[in-house]
C-alpha cells in the first residue's frame, strides 16, 4: 500500500506562482517514478509532470518552461513548483507514484487560477 498526502494548492492570480508538494508512505521500492496529473472540470486527467527516482523527468508541453518538478528521494517527497500560471492550469492536482506496473494517486489538491 502506497499513501500520497499532497499540500500546497491554492488560489492565485494569472501570473503568479505556487509550489506543489506531496510525501509517499508505505512500500516503495527502489525503481519508481513520481509525479503529477491534473483534472480540470469537464475534461479527463492528464499528465503534467513526472520524476523517475534516477532524475529523468518529462512534462505535459503546456507546461514546460513554467513547471519545474523535482523530488527528495531521502523523503519520498515530490514538488511541483508552477511559475506564470495560467487560468487554463485550474483542476485538481493529483500526486502520482508509479511502481512495479501500478500507478497510485493522492486525494488530490485544488489549484484555482483567477485571470
Known amino acids: 500500500q502506497v499513501q500520497l498526502v499532497e499540500s500546497g494548492g491554492g488560489l492565485v492570480q494569472a501570473g503568479g506562482s505556487l509550489r506543489l508538494s506531496c510525501a509517499a508512505s508505505g512500500t516503495i521500492f527502489s525503481s519508481n517514478v513520481m509525479g503529477w496529473d491534473r483534472q480540470a472540470p469537464g475534461k479527463q486527467r492528464e499528465l503534467v509532470a513526472g520524476?523517475?527516482?534516477?532524475?529523468?523527468?518529462n512534462y505535459a508541453d503546456s507546461v514546460k518552461g513554467r513547471f519545474t518538478i523535482s523530488r527528495d528521494n531521502a523523503k519520498n517527497t515530490v514538488y511541483l513548483q508552477m511559475n506564470s500560471l495560467k487560468p487554463e492550469d485550474s483542476g485538481v492536482y493529483y500526486c502520482?507514484?508509479?511502481?512495479?506496473?501500478?500507478?497510485?494517486w493522492g486525494q488530490g489538491t485544488q489549484v484555482t487560477v483567477s485571470p
Open positions: 502520482t507514484l508509479s511502481q512495479r506496473g501500478l500507478r497510485n
Open positions: 520524476m523517475a527516482r534516477g532524475g529523468f523527468t
